[in-house]
């Protein structure tokens, strides 16, 4: 690791195609954590490449290197590379995989969460219901299809002490993926606030395994559908049939 004020100096000053990527990252990882992104004074290196980020504060150190890089890249000094990348690219392999589910109750205005549920790429599960869901909310459906898989007794918990054990479970530097996601998201980031009041180092986005199915058969669930918990576990098993259909088409 380099001195922090020469390296600085010394990335302002070389050419870009000189900078490897192993020292930008350094540089902007620094640059991050130091909050000097922002007092950087516009004008004394290339504008474009000291322009805010918006939400830094919630962004990864990786997120923000990407961000910059393609500032680079897009300023045509340093053509952006092919894909698939080279094996010495900094990757986000190092972002730990989570499938969830949730199931919630909606009404065109709110949704509520009621219960999630959580598996890691380590095969470790997480599942708790919210204390204090007003089931009158309820519409027929839900009472029929989601009401009977719930487990209540120790699963139940304040949303307080579900977000923290989420925290816990998720780790610094989570992926996180669900099946027709966007309701489900909502209602996951809800538990810690804001958008902005989202922990350190998520992302503020979440994958979702529909877009990368298409139309694509999945497997079949064999679980309880509708329990939080089943229904994740069955999205990390489809992304996986998923990906073995990958490799078979490359291969094949
Ligand atoms: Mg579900």
Redesign the pocket.
């Known amino acids: 690791m380099p001195d922090t004020e020469e390296a600085m100096t010394d990335i302002d000053a070389r050419a870009l195609e000189e900078i490897s990527d192993a020292d930008l990252q350094r540089e902007v990882q620094r640059r991050f954590y130091s909050r000097q992104w922002h007092a950087l004074p516009a004008g004394e290196a290339e504008p474009k490449l000291l322009r805010p980020i918006i939400g830094i504060e919630n962004r990864t150190a990786q997120e923000v290197f990407d961000i910059m890089s393609d500032r680079i890249r897009r300023s045509a000094l340093i053509p952006a590379p092919q894909s698939p990348a080279p094996a010495s690219a900094v990757t986000v392999s190092d972002a730990r995989r989570i499938w969830f ?3 919630f109750i909606e009404d065109g205005k709110t949704i509520e969460l009621v219960s999630i549920g959580m598996v890691r790429e380590d095969g470790k599960t997480y599942y708790a219901e919210v204390q204090g869901v007003d089931y009158s909310r309820a519409d027929p459906w839900l009472h029929e299809n ?1 009401f009977p898989h719930l487990q209540g007794g120790s699963c139940l918990k304040s949303r307080d002490q579900i977000a923290a054990e989420i925290l816990e479970f998720a780790g610094e530097k989570p992926e996180f993926w669900a099946y027709y996601a966007d309701y489900d998201w909502v209602a996951l980031c809800q538990l810690y606030g804001r958008m902005i009041d989202l922990p350190k180092g998520w992302p503020m986005f979440c994958r979702d395994l529909k877009q990368l199915a298409g139309d694509s058969k999945l497997p079949k669930q064999t679980g309880t ?4 918990l089943a ?1 994740a576990m069955w999205a990390k098993e489809a992304h996986a049939a998923l990906a073995n259909r990958d490799d078979t088409t490359r291969d094949g």
């Open positions: 589910d949730t199931e989601v559908e509708h329990h939080a229904d």
